[in-house]
């Protein structure tokens, strides 16, 4: 298994300290190995039974992240199940691929890293740079929600405020990448997304199949690109006919890959976003834009955008059944209202972090 850039082709070993080529492209994964069920830990109750399937570590960062349980809720006649990765260590998705880079880079030794976040993904790498014992530096935007700041904190992370739009934060972190610190970054580091893909290696073992859709939100769209090359390994393997349909929503006003998919492009172009209340996916230039527009086409999804109307109301319709996630993760329940499902289809909606972090202002 090693990397190779996305843009020039370039090969570079699996323990590189470039977070990037050096022709300035992001790297993908390459000698994947397959999925193979018969090698699936049974006794391991979190996604490391998966371990088979995953990037080599010599040590594991675990807090027991993955297999999260799937709840049954019926919906207007359809078949809607709920994928609930709130429950993991740090109440976000995100533990799936922190755990795989943290204990990748544990085994290769790296002792401190930097990383921009919105909030989840940082709350999450420090977290489990605090387990491993190496130090984190995180630059965080300056409208992160107070809660998600102060996980950060509590992990004795250094947290570095920036001003200004989350893409600031972005340029903070490459200044000190430049500067020779580790960049452990939750969308340019592609061992993020074979965390992700155990999310579609469990719906496989729930369910006993493949679902016929998922609905899931996107910004940097690490959830979509993993959930789609899980089910893709699973194809190949020969134990699903087809793909389930991918479909990816944005909020309305920040919905880059919405517009690029209506257009039929390839990639997004320049794109001025506005304020959302789904702060987690407020991603005006997403990196992998033409590897998520690529993936969900290949499956016969689409990309959708809903009003911030529709996101606040599709929360409250979660928590009317019981469940309290973040604003972000409302946004793919939103979407669904969009779609007209067959009944007799299987659709599952992951719901990707916790209300327990949620803005207080975001409350209305
Ligand atoms: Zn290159």
Request: charged fraction near 25%; charge should be neutral.
């Amino acid at each position: 298994m090693h990397f190779t850039c996305s843009s020039c082709g370039r090969s570079y070993p699996l323990d590189t300290r470039k977070w990037r080529c050096e022709c300035g492209g992001y790297f993908l994964l390459a000698e994947l190995k397959p999925f193979r069920p018969q090698e699936i830990e049974e006794q391991e109750h979190s996604l490391w039974r998966y371990r088979a399937m995953l990037p080599p570590v010599r040590e594991t960062v675990t807090m027991g992240e993955g297999f999260t349980p799937l709840v049954k809720a019926r919906r207007d006649g359809a078949s809607v199940y709920l994928k609930l990765e709130f429950l993991a260590p740090t109440g976000s998705f995100k533990d799936r691929g922190t755990t795989v880079l943290v204990s990748h880079l544990k085994s290769i030794g790296v002792e401190e890293v930097v990383e921009d976040s919105s909030g989840n993904a940082g709350a999450s790498l420090a977290a489990y740079c605090a387990r491993a014992g190496i130090k984190a530096r995180i630059y965080v935007p300056a409208h992160a929600s107070p809660p998600k700041r102060a996980q950060i904190a509590v992990y004795r992370a250094e947290l570095v405020t920036v001003e200004g739009p989350r893409e600031k934060a972005a340029e903070a972190v490459r200044e000190a990448a430049d500067r020779g610190f580790y960049y452990a970054s939750h969308y340019y580091n592609p061992l993020i997304i074979e965390g992700m893909k155990t999310v579609a290696y469990e719906l496989w073992e729930q369910l006993g199949r493949a679902p016929d859709n998922v609905v899931l939100p996107v910004g940097h769209g690490t959830l979509l690109l993993g959930i789609y090359k899980g089910f893709k390994e699973i194809q190949e393997a020969g134990l699903i006919p087809s793909l389930p349909r991918l479909f990816g929503v944005q909020s309305l006003n920040c919905a880059p890959l919405y517009e690029a998919f209506k257009k039929g492009a390839e990639d997004v172009g320049s794109y001025v976003a506005k304020p959302t209340l789904a702060e987690g996916i407020s991603i005006a230039r997403p990196l992998r834009a033409r590897e998520i527009l690529a993936a969900v086409r290949a499956t016969g999804g689409e990309i959708l955008a809903v009003e911030e109307e529709r996101i606040l109301r599709a929360r409250d319709d979660l928590a009317s059944m019981g469940f309290y996630v973040e604003l972000t993760s409302a946004v793919p329940l939103a979407g669904l209202s969009l779609l007209n499902l067959p009944e007799d289809q299987l659709t599952v909606i992951p719901l990707t972090g916790s209300g327990l972090k949620a803005c207080c202002e975001e409350d209305h």
